[in-house]
């Protein structure tokens, strides 16, 4: 079992930044994908970034490409979603999800998700 816990969403003002916290728990956090999605009302849940916690696989949607930096503390085993440079489109809930490294594809569904958090870019 693994757990996510994220934290850091908010009201942010149209080019401010937030940075997104997720804290992972669980005996095999190690072997797990780390990945952020976000669903905005009315739209489909999608993509936004992932990282291992070697950090060798790394990958961002095109959407969010040069403004989004994902990371990961391996000691906090947390995983960090800087935004920069946001915009009104970018308000979703973000959520925090995990699926196995070997086996697993965000295909066919993560393995674990957290709760969300909520963030809301005003113009």
């Known amino acids: 079992q693994v757990q996510l816990v994220e934290s850091g969403g908010g009201l942010v003002q149209a080019g401010g930044s937030l940075r997104l916290s997720c804290a992972a728990s669980?005996?095999?956090?190690?072997?797990?994908?780390m990945g952020w999605f976000r669903q905005a009302p009315g739209k489909e849940r999608e993509f936004v970034s992932h990282i291992t916690w070697s950090g060798g696989r790394l990958a961002y949607a095109d959407s969010v490409k040069d403004r989004f930096t994902i990371s990961r503390d391996n000691a906090k085993s947390t995983v960090y979603l800087q935004m920069n440079s946001l915009k009104p489109e970018d308000t979703a809930v973000y959520y925090c999800?995990?699926?196995?490294?070997?086996?697993?594809?965000?295909?066919?569904?993560?393995?674990?998700w957290g709760q969300g958090t909520q963030v809301t870019v005003s113009s």
């Open positions: 669980g005996r095999t956090v190690s072997a797990y994908l």
């Open positions: 999800a995990a699926v196995a490294v070997y086996g697993g594809s965000w295909a066919r569904g993560a393995d674990y």
